[in-house]
């Protein structure tokens, strides 16, 4: 069975492939959570000969929070959307469509739910073919060998293991604000008080006439662009400056641009400070920068703001787990190490629950290095070369630091940009808005960065991916050929324009 790692640099590579088959425990890596990191980890440790069992709270939610109300339930919306768009624009493209163009909302959920459901069982029928057992129950550290599962029947049952891996994941914030508790906090889709959070919002029965969103980031944006596009009067509230507050500004003002086109209000430097609920909806009141409050009637309040590590329950303090505090890069998550272990050595933590970005496909890849380090490789984690997309219309992506974080850190900057809007490619798929942004540093020409907004952008990035990834420079990004024609040429031209040198670039 091959056992090289998958999952990066190998700082120092065991002599044995996993732990053995220590009799002393009933298995050898035992996983909690079956979200994006906790199933892949659970079959990396597999294929590496561990055996391997696997705890999810519920059997309906194989697969955790991304499968079941994240990005599986929110990308099939969007591609809704986006199909609907397309025929209420298919005339510009020479395309006539006769009679109403319209939509029906339980289809589209439907719809949505069969794709869940299709890959949730998938879930199940990877880790039965990897010989993992799957147990349904409350998983919770009882010592730092042992995890006791609460089953679905209330009784329990304690399992040991030589190793465990954390992989809870994170649940919906919602900020202290007066009036924005969920009436029905177990009931999602039912909040019979409008108050929603992507849970609620990914299992609605109908689509509101007014929502305000609170937060302008992946999450409250990308519904604010499903509802209106179903029709939605939609409102985004944000106390930073500009959306996407952690992105590049170039980019953010780009995706903003577009948002107005589309009829989306955006209410930047500004914040909900109380709720009321009315017997016609909810009275929010928002203040602006400026001090000034005003008052706006919605049916549902979409809390957007985020999401955190959950670890409730799971017995941390049993074992004396340490948990970071709040900064730049975390919620307060597990405090793991480089190789994703605690400061309990045979206990491991990885995705969301550590706090760091909360994105599925990181979750993925730290299950990876958690299972190859539990059997016995000396793997480093590498954050550089992290892929953030977010799908609204136009999408956005970024990989690697922004210009404002390369100039904090010291770099001389330099910048190439590129919009879509000359592109033969962008022009026959009616696709123009946005750009692409490269951020280098001088001296090498490094790139530290890459900043999407436009058609397909969550695709296009892995370009840039594996450009920081190898360390490449804009030199070697500017001398690759680009297919014609492409979306993926403004890539080219924008390595091209860090040295003012785009072939397609009017000149000021």
Not at 282 to 304: F, H, I
Not at 375 to 389: E, L, N, Q, W
Request: charged residues 25%; glycine residues 10%; contains cysteine.
């Amino acid at each position: 069975m091959a056992s090289n790692p998958l999952s990066g640099v190998v700082v120092e590579k065991s002599a044995k492939s996993g732990t053995g088959a220590n009799e002393k425990y009933d298995y050898d890596v035992v996983v909690i959570g079956s979200g994006p990191g906790g199933y892949v980890s659970a079959i990396r440790a597999a294929q590496l000969g561990a055996r391997t069992a696997c705890i999810e709270k519920a059997a309906t939610e194989w697969g955790g929070t991304c499968l079941n109300w994240g990005c599986i339930p929110t990308k099939t919306l969007i591609s809704s959307v986006e199909r609907l768009h397309h025929v209420q624009s298919a005339d510009t493209m020479g395309i006539v469509v006769k009679g109403e163009v319209g939509y029906d909302f339980g289809k589209i959920m439907d719809r949505k739910q069969k794709v869940v459901t299709t890959l949730r069982g998938g879930v199940s029928a990877l880790l039965k073919s990897n010989h993992i057992e799957s147990i349904v129950g409350k998983g919770k550290l009882a010592d730092p060998h042992t995890v006791e599962i609460t089953l679905e029947d209330g009784k329990t049952r304690k399992i040991t293991s030589d190793k465990i891996i954390i992989a809870t994941g994170s649940v919906p914030i919602i900020p202290p604000i007066p009036g924005l508790e969920r009436a029905s906090k177990d009931e999602r889709g039912k909040s019979s008080n409008g108050i929603w959070t992507s849970d609620e919002a990914v299992y609605a029965t109908e689509c509101p006439k007014r929502m305000l969103v609170m937060g302008a980031g992946a999450v409250g944006l990308e519904f604010a662009y499903t509802f209106r596009g179903l029709g939605a009067e939609v409102t985004v509230v944000e106390i930073a400056p500009e959306i996407l507050p952690a992105s590049d500004k170039e980019v953010a003002a780009e995706l903003r641009k577009a948002f107005k086109k589309q009829g989306i209000t955006i209410l930047t430097s500004s914040k909900v400070t109380s709720v009321e609920h009315t017997k016609t909806g909810n009275k929010v009141t928002v203040e602006g920068s400026d001090g000034k409050s005003s008052v706006l009637e919605v049916d549902v309040v979409l809390c957007g703001a985020g999401r955190k590590p959950f670890f409730e329950g799971v017995g941390l303090e049993t074992v004396g787990i340490e948990v970071e505090k709040e900064g730049p890069l975390t919620k307060r998550g597990i405090k793991v190490n480089d190789y994703l272990q605690t400061n309990v050595p045979n206990i491991y933590a990885i995705g969301d629950v550590t706090g760091k970005m909360l994105l599925a496909h990181l979750s993925s890849h730290m299950g990876i290095v958690a299972a190859e380090n539990a059997m016995g490789h000396v793997v480093k984690m590498d954050y550089r070369a992290v892929p953030a997309p977010i799908y609204t219309n136009p999408e956005v992506a970024s990989v690697g630091i922004t210009e404002d974080e390369a100039r904090a850190k010291g770099y001389d900057v330099i910048t190439g940009r590129f919009p879509f809007r000359p592109l033969g490619r962008a022009m026959a798929l009616n696709e123009q808005e946005g750009l692409v942004k490269v951020v280098a540093e001088s001296k090498y020409g490094e790139i530290l960065g890459v900043h999407i907004c436009g058609p397909w952008a969550t695709e296009m990035i892995h370009e840039a991916v594996m450009a920081i990834k190898l360390e490449s420079t804009v030199e070697e990004m500017m001398t690759m050929i680009h297919a014609h024609p492409t979306l993926s040429e403004a890539m080219g031209e924008a390595a091209l324009d860090v040295y003012g040198n785009a072939i397609h670039k009017m000149k000021k």
